[in-house]
């Protein structure tokens, strides 16, 4: 069992940063590790994820303003947000997943707010 807590966000200015930080309680070294966000009235979408090899990949509407890392010896996975935009404002969650043949197994964060203001 894995537990993931997000930290890290909170009210920021348009053009301004933030890092979000989750910390597992599991070995995360051994998960694919993505972050994903809510916007108000929309669907969960993807932002950005980072493979147990270190493969990143992003949203294009981030791309170039996100970065998106991890700490296998502090079980941490980061993501520096810089130049946000007010459409950056949701509720970001951390994700820890494992392909088993057909079997995939999921953790999910309790999600951290993220508000930018124009």
């Known amino acids: 069992q894995v537990q993931l807590v997000e930290s890290g966000g909170g009210l920021v200015q348009a053009g301004g940063s933030l890092r979000l930080s989750c910390v597992g309680s599991?070995?995360?070294?051994?998960?694919?590790m993505g972050w994903y966000r809510q916007p108000p009235g929309k669907q969960r979408e993807l932002v950005a994820t980072?493979?147990?090899?270190?493969?990143?990949n992003y949203a294009d509407s981030v791309k170039g303003r996100f970065t998106i890392s991890r700490d296998t010896a502090k079980n941490t996975v980061y993501l520096q947000m810089n130049s946000l935009k007010p459409e950056d404002t949701a509720v970001y969650y951390c994700?820890?997943?494992?392909?088993?043949?057909?079997?995939?197994?999921?953790?999910w964060g309790q999600g951290t707010q993220v508000t930018v203001s124009s």
């Open positions: 980072i493979t147990r090899g270190g493969s990143t």
């Open positions: 994700r820890a997943g494992q392909v088993s043949g057909s079997s995939v197994t999921e953790y």
């Open positions: 599991g070995i995360l070294l051994l998960y694919n």
